[in-house]
């Protein structure tokens, strides 16, 4: 079979294999699968081996953990494993545990490394492909006073250019142009200057790959992948339905300076833009330049590292019919700039995003929703957690504390961390295995809980009323090299509040949200009246309310969309910082204009007064000015939990999702060490809602769910059913009161449900007002009719209608 034949008959497998494998197809009998959900969609833990490989101790854990509830692993390789990675001996034991798989129907994840992070094959990429390890990029600099004849040799490695910058008039001259034979020459002009040489060089720290460069990447997958299919390739699309990689960012290269030898030829193709005069500012303030530099410096390397390693792996877990997952490294810190990049676009050609959640409980919470996000932006079904891991003594409720947080906020398919082969030997408890005394005997009900739960997150799409700006924008202006330590970040911009921003939404304010990439805002999103809508195929959603966190920069091809969607009526919160620059070159006049049309001319931080308890008229921490078409933009310069919810509930009353005693202006009881937290699809033309108490108390309050719904209560604790206790309200238009989402005065509505009647409903929405009652560490899912009732999504159309994509069934 040749190579494209190959590729078009892994591309259809693969598409096979996605549909039906991945927690199996969406069936029609939601309600049958949740009291008995079938197996696929039980969890697959990661599987260390960490001891002498024996086939009747693999066949032996395999069935036991069949028994425990899981239905599948992924084999990770580890430390003490005999024989040796990648060996023929190696190979054969990993056949007999697919096999063995295989015959009781369960799937297996190729986990691509030994150890981790992936990208060095055990170490036999350094042996064999050398010039495929990672590069960096190395800056000699050089304090000059002119006028003097300066004649320097360069320093090893790939010269990329030499700049020179006037370090009073920040003025940048080109002179790669001067280097000749090993050494630049250059008449330096007056004054003060600083000559700065960049080469690219070997790092191969830990013998990882260049993560920048597609063929580099492909000789590890020549090394373990397709080590891999000839060994197994009856089984690849079948039994192995998908393939993992772990933590391979940039802070493993020194100073996180990861770079490639193509990287100006690929700019310039690209770009057609020449980047050596804009070297200087990945390590320097350039002056006016240094946003626009910097995004387009670091964005161009992030966009080769998503092409470079995640497409090259997703193409070929392609063409052999299996999916991709797999987790960055640090997804909680502020600014990834220096680790993968950028935490959304690292995910655009990976079919299932991941994040990892070790070492301690909730560790990871921030990044939950900037993951599961990019999932939505990207139009993915399913979020990967690897979850548990490192954490010593693990109390057994955490099993389901862990579960409750990551799935009310979008991640759907868990991976718990970990089956030792070797349990005298664990290096990162727990053992989760039917070996644990502790954790064993709670495996198979555990189990059960998470496959409800996979079953009904699984499908449909995501439904929020707020979209957040991801700021990557200015997280790029804000780093820079030589500072820090980019494991922890390297340099957090100061301004940069927005996994702050987004806690307080979904753990405090309680208002579900989606980041939004800037790339996703420009392709992918429009402005429809006071509505901006994120236009995918499946996950499409509509927004009412626009939060830019806080940012020195931003793309002006977003800040353009976001003030038309204010002049249209729509509502824009800012918070912390109003941004100053543009990602774009010669385009910061533009963007002050812009913000001082919306938010009107500086204060920027500190000149709204008032505090989290004194929201009122004079006091408010807020500014707001209005649009000609009833728009509201609102600045927030310190935000906290109270304020913030004040601005929301200024700007809308009837959100998707409210708890009534937030409503009233105090929040339900929350005990220590969990959350209140929950989440709205549309799945199978049913509205789920997954509400989740992770906390140490028990929670009695009512929720307000928009629109004229049949509910049933759902435990996926027990799979059983039953009628919830529920009441139709009719919220009118009272004196402050803005009952719709976005609506524009004097307009009236019209509302189409599931079963496509329409009726008017003037000034007004129905709400469904809900008793929610959690015990400690529990959960529950409130279930819409599929015939009856909707969520609607109350929008201002010229036609007066709503589509059944806002909110009806899909």
């Given at each position: 079979?040749?190579?494209?034949?190959?590729?078009?008959?892994?591309?259809?497998?693969?598409?096979?294999?996605?549909?039906?494998?991945?927690?199996?197809?969406?069936?029609?009998?939601?309600?049958?699968?949740?009291?008995?959900?079938?197996?696929?969609?039980?969890?697959?833990?990661?599987?260390?081996?960490?001891?002498?490989?024996?086939p009747a101790?693999?066949?032996?854990?395999?069935?036991?953990?069949?028994?425990s509830?899981?239905?599948?692993?992924?084999?990770?390789?580890?430390?003490?494993?005999?024989?040796?990675?990648?060996?023929?001996?190696?190979?054969?034991?990993?056949?007999?545990?697919?096999d063995?798989?295989?015959?009781?129907?369960?799937?297996?994840?190729?986990?691509?490394?030994?150890?981790?992070?992936?990208?060095?094959a055990?170490?036999?990429?350094?042996?064999?492909?050398?010039?495929?390890?990672?590069?960096?990029?190395?800056m000699?600099a050089?304090?000059?006073?002119?006028?003097?004849?300066?004649?320097?040799?360069?320093?090893?490695?790939?010269?990329?250019?030499?700049?020179?910058?006037n370090?009073?008039t920040?003025?940048?001259?080109n002179?790669?142009?001067?280097?000749?034979?090993?050494?630049?020459t250059?008449?330096?002009?007056a004054?003060?200057?600083?000559?700065?040489?960049?080469?690219?060089?070997?790092?191969?720290?830990?013998?990882?790959?260049?993560?920048?460069?597609?063929?580099?990447?492909?000789?590890?997958?020549?090394?373990?992948?397709?080590?891999?299919?000839?060994?197994?390739?009856?089984?690849?699309?079948?039994?192995?339905?998908?393939?993992?990689?772990?933590?391979?960012?940039?802070?493993?290269?020194?100073?996180?300076?990861?770079?490639t030898?193509?990287f100006?030829?690929?700019?310039?193709?690209?770009?057609?833009?020449?980047?050596?005069?804009?070297?200087?500012?990945?390590?320097?303030?350039?002056?006016?330049?240094?946003?626009?530099?910097?995004?387009?410096?670091?964005?161009?390397?992030?966009e080769?590292y998503?092409?470079?390693?995640?497409?090259?792996?997703q193409?070929?877990?392609?063409e052999?019919?299996?999916?991709?997952?797999?987790?960055?490294?640090?997804?909680?810190?502020?600014?990834?700039?220096?680790?993968?990049?950028d935490?959304?676009k690292?995910?655009?050609y990976?079919?299932?995003?991941?994040?990892?959640?070790?070492?301690?409980?909730?560790?990871a919470?921030?990044?939950?929703?900037?993951?599961?996000?990019?999932?939505?932006?990207?139009?993915?079904?399913?979020?990967?957690?690897?979850?548990?891991?490192?954490?010593?003594?693990?109390?057994?409720?955490?099993?389901?504390?862990?579960?409750?947080?990551?799935?009310?906020?979008?991640?759907?398919?868990?991976?718990p961390?970990?089956?030792?082969?070797?349990?005298?030997?664990?290096?990162?408890?727990?053992?989760?295995s039917?070996?644990?005394?502790?954790?064993?005997p709670?495996?198979?009900?555990?189990?059960?809980?998470?496959?409800?739960?996979q079953?009904?997150?699984?499908?449909?799409?995501h439904?929020a009323?707020?979209?957040?700006?991801?700021?990557?924008a200015?997280?790029?202006?804000?780093?820079?090299?030589?500072?820090?330590?980019?494991?922890?970040g390297?340099?957090?911009?100061?301004?940069?509040?927005?996994m702050?921003?987004?806690?307080?939404?979904?753990?405090?304010?309680?208002r579900?949200?989606?980041?939004?990439?800037?790339?996703?805002?420009?392709?992918?999103?429009?402005v429809?009246?006071?509505?901006?809508?994120?236009?995918?195929?499946?996950?499409?959603?509509?927004?009412?309310?626009?939060?830019?966190?806080?940012?020195?920069?931003?793309?002006?091809?977003?800040?353009?969309k976001?003030?038309?969607?204010?002049?249209?009526?729509?509502?824009?919160?800012?918070?912390?910082?109003?941004?100053?620059?543009?990602?774009?070159?010669?385009?910061?006049?533009?963007?002050?204009?812009?913000?001082?049309?919306?938010?009107?001319?500086?204060?920027?931080?500190?000149?709204?007064?008032?505090?989290?308890?004194?929201?009122?008229?004079?006091?408010?921490?807020?500014?707001?000015?209005?649009?000609?078409?009833?728009?509201?933009?609102?600045?927030?310069?310190?935000?906290?939990?109270?304020?913030?919810?004040?601005i929301?509930?200024?700007?809308?009353?009837?959100?998707?999702?409210?708890?009534?005693?937030?409503v009233?202006?105090?929040?339900?009881?929350?005990?220590?060490?969990?959350?209140?937290?929950?989440?709205?699809?549309v799945?199978?033309?049913?509205?789920v809602?997954?509400?989740?108490?992770?906390?140490?108390?028990?929670?009695?309050?009512?929720?307000?769910?928009?629109?004229?719904?049949?509910?049933?209560?759902?435990?996926?604790?027990?799979?059983?059913?039953?009628?919830?206790?529920?009441?139709?309200?009719a919220?009118?238009?009272?004196?402050?009161?803005?009952?719709?989402?976005?609506?524009?005065?004097?307009?009236?509505?019209?509302?189409?449900?599931?079963?496509?009647q329409?009726?008017?409903v003037?000034?007004s929405?129905?709400v469904?007002?809900?008793?929610?009652?959690?015990?400690?560490?529990?959960?529950?899912?409130?279930?819409?009719?599929?015939t009856?009732?909707?969520?609607?999504?109350?929008?201002?159309?010229?036609?007066s209608?709503?589509?059944?994509?806002?909110?009806?069934?899909?």
């Amino acid at each position: 079979m040749s190579r494209e034949s190959r590729r078009r008959f892994g591309v259809m497998t693969f598409v096979m294999a996605a549909s039906i494998v991945f927690g199996g197809m969406a069936r029609a009998d939601l309600r049958d699968d949740f009291v008995n959900p079938p197996a696929s969609y039980r969890t697959r833990p990661l599987w260390f081996w960490n001891g002498p490989l024996d086939p009747a101790e693999t066949a032996r854990m395999i069935e036991r953990s069949l028994e425990s509830g899981y239905s599948g692993f992924g084999i990770l390789p580890a430390q003490g494993m005999t024989p040796g990675f990648m060996s023929p001996e190696f190979l054969q034991r990993y056949r007999e545990a697919i096999d063995k798989a295989a015959q009781l129907g369960m799937k297996m994840c190729l986990y691509d490394e030994y150890w981790f992070p992936s990208g060095s094959a055990g170490g036999q990429l350094a042996e064999q492909y050398p010039e495929a390890l990672s590069k960096r990029l190395d800056m000699l600099a050089l304090d000059v006073e002119g006028p003097k004849l300066l004649k320097q040799a360069l320093p090893p490695g790939l010269l990329m250019g030499a700049v020179a910058m006037n370090t009073g008039t920040r003025e940048r001259l080109n002179l790669t142009d001067r280097v000749r034979d090993g050494a630049l020459t250059w008449d330096v002009p007056a004054g003060p200057w600083k000559i700065m040489l960049f080469t690219c060089v070997p790092d191969g720290a830990r013998g990882l790959v260049d993560y920048l460069d597609p063929e580099s990447v492909r000789k590890f997958i020549a090394l373990t992948y397709e080590k891999y299919y000839e060994k197994l390739p009856e089984h690849f699309g079948k039994t192995i339905d998908s393939a993992f990689f772990d933590e391979p960012t940039f802070h493993w290269v020194e100073g996180g300076r990861a770079w490639t030898g193509a990287f100006n030829r690929e700019f310039l193709n690209r770009r057609g833009l020449d980047p050596v005069p804009y070297y200087p500012a990945l390590w320097y303030d350039i002056g006016p330049e240094t946003a626009a530099a910097r995004n387009a410096l670091f964005g161009f390397r992030a966009e080769l590292y998503a092409e470079g390693f995640t497409k090259t792996l997703q193409d070929w877990c392609h063409e052999h019919g299996i999916a991709l997952t797999g987790h960055q490294d640090q997804e909680e810190v502020v600014n990834p700039v220096g680790l993968c990049g950028d935490l959304i676009k690292c995910f655009q050609y990976q079919d299932i995003p991941g994040i990892d959640q070790i070492f301690q409980y909730g560790r990871a919470s921030k990044a939950y929703k900037v993951v599961s996000s990019a999932a939505y932006n990207y139009d993915r079904r399913l979020v990967m957690t690897e979850c548990y891991g490192g954490i010593k003594d693990m109390p057994v409720e955490n099993l389901y504390k862990e579960a409750m947080d990551q799935f009310a906020k979008g991640i759907n398919f868990m991976v718990p961390h970990a089956v030792w082969y070797d349990s005298a030997n664990v290096i990162f408890p727990p053992e989760l295995s039917y070996k644990s005394p502790v954790y064993g005997p709670a495996l198979p009900d555990y189990n059960q809980y998470v496959a409800r739960l996979q079953r009904m997150l699984q499908h449909g799409r995501h439904v929020a009323d707020i979209a957040v700006l991801y700021p990557i924008a200015t997280l790029q202006a804000g780093y820079h090299f030589g500072v820090g330590t980019p494991y922890t970040g390297g340099v957090i911009p100061p301004e940069a509040d927005y996994m702050d921003v987004g806690e307080m939404l979904a753990l405090e304010v309680r208002r579900d949200y989606t980041f939004l990439h800037p790339e996703v805002l420009d392709e992918k999103c429009s402005v429809d009246g006071p509505t901006l809508r994120l236009n995918n195929e499946v996950n499409h959603e509509a927004y009412c309310v626009f939060i830019l966190p806080g940012s020195q920069a931003i793309h002006w091809s977003n800040l353009r969309k976001i003030n038309e969607f204010y002049d249209r009526g729509g509502t824009v919160v800012a918070t912390t910082q109003l941004p100053e620059h543009s990602a774009e070159f010669g385009e910061d006049q533009k963007v002050r204009e812009a913000i001082a049309a919306m938010f009107g001319p500086p204060p920027r931080r500190s000149d709204a007064g008032g505090s989290e308890d004194a929201v009122g008229p004079g006091s408010r921490p807020y500014t707001v000015r209005t649009s000609a078409a009833g728009g509201k933009a609102y600045f927030l310069p310190r935000p906290t939990p109270g304020s913030l919810k004040a601005i929301l509930d200024d700007a809308v009353s009837v959100y998707d999702v409210a708890l009534e005693q937030d409503v009233a202006g105090h929040r339900p009881k929350v005990g220590r060490g969990g959350n209140l937290s929950y989440i709205h699809k549309v799945v199978e033309g049913r509205g789920v809602f997954f509400f989740a108490n992770s906390s140490d108390t028990s929670v009695d309050c009512h929720v307000r769910i928009r629109g004229k719904l049949d509910l049933e209560q759902w435990n996926p604790h027990t799979g059983e059913i039953a009628a919830a206790e529920s009441a139709h309200l009719a919220a009118g238009r009272g004196k402050g009161d803005r009952s719709n989402l976005c609506e524009a005065p004097g307009t009236d509505r019209r509302l189409v449900g599931p079963s496509r009647q329409i009726g008017h409903v003037p000034f007004s929405a129905h709400v469904t007002r809900v008793r929610l009652v959690l015990p400690p560490v529990e959960s529950r899912f409130l279930v819409s009719s599929a015939t009856g009732g909707q969520s609607p999504r109350l929008e201002d159309h010229r036609t007066s209608t709503l589509s059944p994509r806002d909110g009806g069934p899909q």
